[in-house]
């Protein structure tokens, strides 16, 4: 097919995904829950789970292969560019004043999934369909736990700022917290894809360059910016020519991220965090958040729909071990937290609501069962499973953390105001 063919044949993807996001995102809202929920449903609905089950044809015509490259290539952008708006808005004075409990809670939460991991493993391994073939215990046991252990920290970010609870103590904690788990994590699963592509040296290089270049990202970043900053502060506008300078940026920390062995969702994270706050991050925020909330992120949810197959789970064997991974993901990452959380001086219903909020998984396990199945850690039937775990705890978390936290929450007219991205993604 020539470059035009692709376009218009890709066209019609694009509007049933940005429909079906939208659809899909307000039924969530209408039950309560957050509008990332519905998309993430959405995309799974586009797949043969269920549009392919009764549609096939249909779905087949409009899902063609030869515009998945395309497809890919949008969801990557989406996502890249989405934890780069949620790094825009992250606290790093409320997170230094934070860290020592953070990083308990990130510990436990990390330690105990890792274990019980650990544990699934010696029998998940002996069923077929779930892991490659020559994947070693070793590895596997780091995946399951760095998947279980994973945080849906876009998801945090929303339902904290949603209820009001930035810059609270409970926030912070929740945000920093999930940040480490999420690093820790994609440290551990490119320790995996090093060492089952057989390259040790690979691993050091993902764990010393990501360490190397957050600690560069952190501490001198922002001063090198600093100078873009000042000269928007004074313009009070972000000419095509700053934007242009900022996308680039974006390409290169993402880069930088995937050279080293870790995603490219930390490098566009990272360069949020390092970006000036003020006029610059405010107006880089209204003019990228539109086009990735509604158009670029719901591709992500699609693409990763269109490889899911919840047919598997009709299988009475698969459904048994669907339902002992989403017990013991509940109980590790939960558990865990509350715990944790207790340890560090919280309250029992602050600790409860740190443990909820911990439990979500969304978009980032997503993203590592995605990269798992590319580099053929993982087969079809783990894959659809772990769909299945990332869509569950995302919807308990936003109701359970209602139930534990939600009559002591902000009243609405003390709230803090609503960064732009999160106005956005409540419509």
């Not at 003390?414 to 732009?420: F, G, Q, T």
Request: hydrophobic content about 60%; overall charge positive; proline content about 4%.
């Amino acid at each position: 097919m020539s470059y035009v063919d692709l376009a218009l044949a890709f066209l019609p993807q694009l509007a049933l995904i940005i429909l079906a996001a939208q659809v899909f995102g307000y039924l969530a809202k209408f039950i309560g829950q957050p509008k990332v929920v519905g998309e993430m449903i959405a995309g799974v609905v586009l797949g043969p789970s269920l549009f392919g089950l009764f549609w096939p044809e249909l779905q087949k015509s409009i899902f063609i292969p030869e515009t998945m490259s395309i497809l890919y290539f949008g969801a990557q952008l989406g996502v890249g560019l989405y934890m780069f708006l949620v790094g825009l808005e992250f606290n790093t004075q409320l997170f230094r004043k934070n860290a020592r409990s953070a990083i308990g809670v990130s510990l436990a939460g990390m330690i105990v999934p890792f274990g019980v991991g650990a544990l699934l493993c010696l029998w998940l391994l002996e069923e077929p369909g779930l892991f490659a073939a020559n994947i070693s215990y070793a590895n596997a046991a780091l995946f399951m736990g760095a998947a279980i252990a994973i945080t849906a920290f876009p998801m945090l970010a929303r339902i904290i700022y949603e209820r009001g609870l930035a810059g609270t103590a409970l926030g912070t904690l929740a945000l920093a917290a999930g940040a480490i788990d999420d690093a820790a994590a994609w440290v551990v699963m490119a320790v995996v894809l090093a060492s089952f592509g057989g390259g040790s040296l690979l691993a050091i290089k993902a764990a010393v360059g990501g360490v190397l270049y957050a600690s560069l990202m952190l501490t001198k970043a922002r001063g090198w910016l600093q100078p873009l900053a000042d000269k928007v502060e004074q313009s009070g506008v972000l000419s095509a020519a700053q934007l242009l300078l900022v996308l680039v940026l974006f390409a290169v920390s993402a880069y930088a991220m995937e050279w080293v062995g870790l995603h490219a969702v930390f490098g566009g994270f990272l360069l949020g965090i390092a970006m000036p706050r003020g006029k610059l991050t405010e107006l880089i925020t209204g003019r990228l958040e539109k086009i990735t909330v509604f158009v670029l992120l719901p591709m992500f949810f699609t693409y990763s729909g269109l490889k899911t197959q919840l047919n598997v789970l009709a299988s009475f064997d698969v459904m048994l071990i669907a339902l002992a991974i989403l017990a013991a993901s509940i109980f590790a990452k939960g558990v865990a937290c509350w715990a944790a959380a207790r340890i560090g001086g919280a309250d029992n219903r602050t600790a409860m609501a740190v443990g909820a909020l911990m439990n979500a998984r969304g978009l980032m396990e997503l993203i590592i069962i995605n990269i798992a199945l590319k580099f053929g850690v993982i087969e079809q039937g783990l894959f659809s499973i772990m769909v299945l775990m990332a869509i569950v705890t995302t919807l308990m978390a936003s109701p359970l953390f209602h139930l534990v936290y939600g009559r002591h929450m902000t009243k609405p007219e003390n709230k803090p105001p609503v960064p732009p991205l999160n106005a956005a993604l409540k419509t």
